[in-house]
């Protein structure tokens, strides 16, 4: 949920769209490796994988959102 509202914040302090789909790309893709990993459907690192793209996603708007604010 944190991810999704830091995207839903960019987009209202008018982020670009390439920024938007990449992040956005990155969080779905880190989402679906997460369960991979966790139901162990896939290989064990996809886990951890799926982890650092949600992570990655998070830290990347937040600092967006705060260079823009600034």
């Known amino acids: 949920p944190m991810a999704l509202f830091l995207l839903i914040t960019m987009e209202v302090l008018g982020a670009s769209d390439t920024w938007l789909h990449i992040l ?11 369960y991979l ?8 690192f996809c886990r951890p994988l799926g982890m650092a793209g949600t992570m990655i996603t ?13």
């Open 58 to 70: 998070i830290l990347v708007s937040s600092i967006w959102i705060m260079l823009d604010v600034l």
């Open 37 to 44: 990993g966790l139901t162990e459907i896939g290989p064990n």
């Open 24 to 34: 956005g790309a990155a969080l779905v893709l880190g989402r679906i490796s997460h």
